[in-house]
């Protein structure tokens, strides 16, 4: 009789090696060719958290309806996140410009899912966080939606040069490069376009009465302060392979998931202030004692 080998360590692959108390995610764009799947539900198998923010294009409706595109892989994704709302996590789904259809459902549970147009997140030391895709403040987007989808097209087409292109380099043994990123840091408008995006959306924030800002929508990575406001961006599941989430005291932490070693790599930590504090109006005046 052959000998029984030893238990496979694929038995634990569900057993996260990280938890926190929140986790956010953006821009995973489920129904194109370039969304990392796999490496997205390494990162839900490696990471616990009591609730999960989906801050918009988790699904990419613009792409859907050009034509139909839907492996297993994205539907494992759709799963995994059911699986953990029923399992009692706080799942909440902030819907973007690429899924905007699900805007009609605001105030409904999908399976265990809240929808929400925004939402205000109260982090462990006391601190307010909005939560908002980003789009509404994005001048393309809001007013001449035939140019988002213009540069959506030529973002895609960058996509598929950049495929061609890192086949080649990792054949020559060159880690990932982005060519989209490389574009838009060449680009001097560009860059100007998302320091003032980041300005907006942080100086909206403190209008607010909120001291930080979580948002996606520009698939740039942030997690640092605006002026006194914290400003985190989640990046996206097409290239940075990026989130945000929240320790256990509060401190919040940018996240990447590595898919050469399978693991969770701490990019930088910041602390999220409390909220600021509402001016109080003067006491009135008391008439003097006699």
Request: aromatic share 8%.
């Amino acid at each position: 009789m052959q000998a029984r080998s030893p238990a496979s360590p694929a038995s634990s692959v569900d057993q996260p090696s990280h938890r926190f108390r929140t986790l956010w995610l953006s821009d995973i764009h489920l129904g194109t060719r370039d969304c990392k799947a796999s490496e997205l539900l390494g990162l839900l198998r490696a990471c616990e958290a009591q609730t999960i923010y989906l801050v918009g294009d988790i699904v990419d409706g613009w792409q859907l309806r050009k034509g139909w595109y839907w492996p297993q892989t994205h539907n494992d994704v759709v799963q995994k996140l059911l699986r953990k709302a029923r399992k009692g996590n706080r799942v909440v789904f902030v819907p973007g410009n690429h899924d905007e259809f699900a805007r009609h459902y605001v105030g409904q549970h999908f399976g265990g899912i809240e929808v929400l147009l925004d939402v205000v997140h109260e982090t462990a030391s006391g601190a307010r966080l909005w939560v908002v895709h980003g789009d509404w403040f994005d001048g393309v987007v809001m007013h001449a939606k035939w140019l988002a989808h213009l540069g959506d097209a030529l973002y895609v087409m960058s996509l598929k040069l950049n495929r061609w292109l890192n086949l080649l380099r990792r054949r020559l043994g060159f880690p990932y490069w982005s060519l989209s990123q490389y574009l838009k840091g060449k680009v001097k408008n560009a860059v100007s376009y998302i320091s003032n995006f980041e300005q907006l959306l942080a100086e909206e924030a403190a209008r607010r009465q909120c001291g930080g800002v979580i948002c996606g929508h520009i698939h740039r990575a942030e997690l640092r302060r605006v002026g006194a406001t914290l400003y985190a961006n989640c990046g996206d599941w097409v290239e940075s392979l990026t989130a945000v989430a929240e320790r256990d005291d509060g401190t919040l932490a940018l996240l990447q998931w590595l898919p050469a070693s399978a693991t969770v790599h701490i990019v930088t930590e910041l602390s999220a202030a409390p909220a600021p504090s509402r001016p109080q109006p003067s006491p009135e005046p008391q008439p003097c004692a006699s």
